[in-house]
């Protein structure tokens, strides 16, 4: 760990020990802000966050070329019940005033830009976001956005990928403050059928070799069954369009939460 | 060998063109970008390949385009002369060609047997298409719902070519859908696909790749005007900018000249019913700084950064953001953007047909409408080329429609005169 940690990091990295304490990988699930409405969304995330380690919230946005459908419609929908950046951010702040656990938001780049680097960093910190995922941001692309994050007391997180070179795995690895995102396949965000955990033990090898911080993994876990697999190897597990899936089919998101929090047991 | 692709300055080594450009995209692209700059950057220097795409050009596409003084325009116009690049003579109908054809074999030198683009009006997809048939190569073009309705013609040529359509449905169903779509089919199947983008749009090195490879409508200007005035730059180009590829093409080779020896290049945004009225494609006029496709560039966004559906009459300018390259030629001053309305590009494309003979593609006729404006300005002395980017034929069907709601409204009784003094009050 560096010596200079941000608050956020400090928070976050926190909550990977406490989860690794308890012998079992910190669950992390996902959640697009304002789903399925602004007024259902903090009924949701109070459900997710009772068995959460982390809760990783995404802001709705218009084109989320990283997601796959079932993020695309949720972001759709709660972009269409008026839930844009600010009011993601103050949704957080609400879930923020009930809860400790740490809250880290998933966004594309555009909508920080778009609001200002600084000011949305401003924002974020002030509604307590403990860091930020930012999926078509390498790190190499871009360095204001993480010291500006930084001076704000927000962790990063970048991305890593089966086809990540060694070379990139070593820069991604160290720009992250917060945790290492691995993707667990080739593609875009989605429960699958099967799990293809093939490349990920590799990945996740190379990645610890230079990373300061905790890897987590997503992109396909749809179950306790996966989320066990994904256990094995990682030091957390992220869990996102299956509870996307669970609302639209009127399932009990709470109970989910229970069985795949049960799956990250080690 | 007689063909070269240029090299330009800019980008810089990252990708950039001052602050514009760049690679936002999900790390798993990144090798794969990575791999197709390099593969670009030999495929460059090899005879075997620039004979190759050489031959293409000329056997396959047409090439060189013809380069025609349109003297019944110029008399109308009163003033410079106007000359009309006529990138419509291509073969497929449009300057697409040039670039499909380019990156197909590319990337059938790359080993890459399944080819992916993206379409909106269909021109790309159908020049991608196109090539594929010819280098042997499968081919899925992503075509939002919306677009595939308004072009059925084009989705038909597509399949007869052998391509898959797929039709896309999510947010807008366009162009800036089926983008994303065709990126998410990349990301996914990376490994063995070649992702053909169709306009100087998108993550570093494809805004440059595409460039290089429509350069050679500009390059070619040089050479016939030397041919027929005795100076290879004229005193303005104009072209129309959606991404902005038929723009790039033949702006670049005039672009990174000296001050004193460039001519005046002027880009015609799509206006739509006004760039005040909200319902537009100017990116520049009406945009701001933003991100799209994998690259920084003028966007129209909203003030929390969701993308804004753009308009216009045509849909190949249909698309919300610009490519970088002219976000930066914009912000330094070495090119102008204009906005043209749907309404002056219509008006533009009857004048052209009545008085040349000569149907363009909605997209040339918002060039060919400021082309005749600036010609009074710039006086009898002046010479002005406009890329005459496409054919009018995939647009009859919607011009026919346009017009007959015109007729309707009792303002279809122009004869040329008339027109002319509509375009130039």
């Not at chain 1, 997710?48 to 972001?75: F, N």
């Not at chain 1, 002030?126 to 871009?142: E, R």
């Not at chain 2, 040039?98 to 080993?111: I, S, T, V, Y």
């Not at chain 2, 909605?362 to 300005?377: F, I, N, P, Q, T």
Request: glycine share 10%; net charge negative.
């Amino acid at each position: 760990m560096t010596a200079t940690l941000t608050r956020g990091a400090e928070r976050i990295h926190a909550a990977f020990d406490r989860a690794k304490a308890a012998g079992r990988a910190a669950f992390i699930p996902f959640m697009t802000a304002g789903y399925p409405t602004a007024e259902a969304f903090p009924a949701v995330a109070d459900a997710l966050l009772e068995h959460a380690d982390l809760l990783e919230v995404g802001i709705p946005y218009s084109d989320p070329l990283g997601d796959g459908p079932t993020i695309q419609r949720a972001s759709e929908q709660a972009l269409a019940g008026g839930t844009s950046t600010r009011r993601t951010l103050a949704l957080v702040k609400e879930l923020r005033a009930r809860h400790d656990t740490p809250i880290v938001i998933m966004t594309y780049v555009n909508p920080i830009y778009a609001v200002g680097p600084r000011e949305f960093m401003r924002l974020a910190a002030d509604a307590g976001v403990d860091g930020l995922i930012l999926p078509d941001l390498p790190p190499d692309q871009d360095i204001e956005i993480a010291d500006l994050a930084a001076e704000y007391g927000l962790a990063v997180t970048f991305l890593i990928a089966p086809t990540s070179t060694p070379e990139r795995v070593k820069l991604v690895a160290q720009a992250c403050t917060g945790f290492l995102y691995a993707v667990s396949v080739t593609g875009v965000t989605g429960a699958r059928e099967g799990a293809a955990l093939g490349e990920v033990p590799a990945m996740l090898a190379l990645a610890r070799e230079h990373a300061q911080v905790p890897v987590a993994v997503g992109f396909g876990v749809k179950d306790a069954a996966t989320a066990r697999q994904v256990a094995q190897v990682a030091d957390g597990v992220v869990v996102g369009s299956a509870f996307i899936n669970a609302i639209r089919e009127w399932r009990d998101v709470g109970a989910l939460a229970v069985e795949i929090a049960r799956g990250c047991q080690r | 060998m007689s063909l070269n692709l240029p090299s330009y300055p800019q980008p810089d080594g990252r990708g950039r063109y001052g602050r514009f450009g760049g690679r936002y995209v999900p790390e798993t692209l990144i090798p794969a970008l990575d791999e197709l700059e390099q593969a670009y950057g030999a495929a460059k220097q090899d005879p075997e390949f620039l004979n190759e795409l050489d031959r293409l050009f000329k056997e396959f596409v047409g090439r060189p385009s013809p380069l025609y003084l349109a003297q019944r325009l110029t008399d109308h116009a009163g003033g410079a002369k106007i000359y009309l690049k006529r990138e419509d003579f291509n073969y497929t109908g449009a300057h697409k060609i040039n670039n499909c054809l380019a990156q197909a074999l590319l990337a059938k030198r790359m080993g890459k047997q399944r080819v992916i683009a993206e379409t909106g009006a269909g021109q790309h997809g159908v020049a991608s298409a196109t090539a594929a048939a010819l280098l042997g190569l499968d081919c899925i073009v992503y075509m939002g719902a919306e677009d595939i309705r308004r072009q059925v013609m084009n989705v038909f040529r597509m399949k007869l070519l052998g391509a898959e359509v797929r039709e896309v449905t999510s947010g807008t169903s366009t162009l800036k859908d089926a983008t994303n779509e065709a990126i998410r089919d990349w990301v996914t199947n990376v490994r063995d696909t070649f992702y053909i983008l169709g306009s100087v749009v998108g993550p570093h090195p494809y805004p440059a790749m595409v460039r290089d490879f429509q350069s050679v409508i500009g390059e070619e200007v040089k050479v016939q005007l030397q041919a027929l005035e005795g100076r290879s730059a004229p005193d303005a180009i104009v072209a129309c900018v959606g991404g902005g590829s038929n723009a790039i093409g033949i702006f670049a080779p005039y672009a990174y000249l000296p001050e004193d020896q460039r001519p005046r290049l002027i880009g015609t945004e799509a206006a739509g019913e006004g760039v005040e009225s909200g319902k537009h494609a100017a990116s520049v006029a009406g945009g701001r700084i933003g991100v799209l496709h994998g690259s920084m560039m003028y966007l129209l966004n909203d003030d929390e950064g969701q993308i804004v559906p753009p308009h216009s009459i045509s849909a190949g300018l249909d698309y919300p953001g610009i490519g970088p390259e002219h976000c930066h030629y914009s912000q330094t001053g070495v090119a102008e953007y204009v906005p043209v309305t749907d309404a002056q590009a219509l008006e533009a494309l009857q004048l052209l047909t009545r008085l040349e003979g000569i149907i363009p593609a909605l997209e040339s006729a918002h060039a060919v409408y400021h082309a005749v404006k600036l010609a009074r300005e710039l006086g009898p002395d002046g010479i002005i080329v406009v890329n005459l980017s496409g054919r009018g034929d995939k647009d009859v069907a919607e011009v026919m429609r346009l017009l007959e709601m015109e007729r309707d409204e009792g303002l279809l009784d122009k004869d040329p005169e008339r027109v002319i003094e509509g375009v130039l009050a």
